[in-house]
């Protein structure tokens, strides 16, 4: 469990890979806009997506304060310049123009709205995103030199003695995200704020295939895209006979390790398959059955117990299931 007074459990990601989905129009028409005040304080090859997009990168950024500091000792990166936008249930702080800026809390606020209808524990129904203008700057927020080409955004921030997060932030990769369609966007907003979220509202952690495919989850229910054409990339594995054998571990999702969008996908499709078979509620209470404030063997240990406990299987029964659901979405007519 990392210390109180760091940024904890960076690896909470959306990757890009496989997001760049047509437009079907994100905007919720009928919210009010937000208002902007200045503030003194995985990617493939595709068409770039319809306004808005990011302006081009600014050399050198200076330090200044940024939004959301964490608390303790290791305080956020700041962004030069900044411009806060608030919505109705969002901040957004960032360099790029006040018209992406207010985009995106559009596009915030509707996530907060999405989460709220998948997540029943109490937790501040707001989000904090950050949007730097170029990948320096992208880089100096998250702490990170590797490669995140992967990677579309990044959810940090402290974690208290309670084991809650307390001041998660939702920082966008500004090349990985100019490439997303709107509705890209949206689900990566979405799938975020599932982990802003979860970690203000449940202490510890689960494993990672059930904590990034229950953010999945919630992210694509707004799609309005059916499941073969959401998981397609991964289903064309399975029909070649290089599909997955087993559940998600964490290397599937270490970007330095290769290609992550097949474990994401897979993720979903596993924590898609509990929801449509035993509902919702019952996905959450496994999710709250398998988060433990201990080891990551710990928390498989409670993942099998939840398996029994929660949904009447187990880890190995489900796996034959989930793998048999692969088969049949690869191999069947729509």
Known sequence: MPRA??????????VA????LPSVGACDRDAPAPTASASVTQVP???????????????????????????????PVALPGATTVRGRSSTV????????????ARMADRAVVEVSSHWSRSWPRRVSIIAPRDATAFREQVGRA?????VAAVTDG????????????????????ARLTPTGRQFVLTHESTHVAVRASLAGAAPLWLVEGFADHVGYSGSGRSTRELAAALLDRVRVGKGPARLPT?????????????????????????????GESTLQRFYEASTVRASAAQADAATDRAFIDV???????????????????ATTSP
């Open 158 to 177: 402290p974690v208290g003695t309670s084991g809650l997060a307390t001041g998660d932030r939702v920082i966008l990769n500004p090349d990985a995200f």
């Open 17 to 20: 890979g496989f997001l760049l």
């Open 146 to 150: 590797d490669d995140l080409s992967q």
């Open 45 to 75: 090859p595709g068409r770039p997506s319809s306004q808005p997009q990011t302006p081009p990168p600014a050399p050198h950024p200076p330090r200044t304060e940024a939004a959301s500091p964490a608390a303790g000792d290791e305080s």
């Open 93 to 104: 702080t960032g360099t790029v123009d006040r018209t992406t800026l207010t985009a995106y």
């Open 5 to 14: 007074t760091v940024r904890a459990r960076r690896a909470t990601v959306a």
């Open 311 to 329: 949904l009447g299987t187990t880890r190995e029964a489900f796996t034959k299931q989930w793998l048999a659901e692969l088969d049949r979405l």
């Open 250 to 278: 964490p290397g599937d999702f270490d970007p330095s390790q290769g290609e992550i969008g097949p474990a994401y996908l897979a993720a979903w499709l596993a924590v898609d398959l509990i929801a449509r078979r035993h």
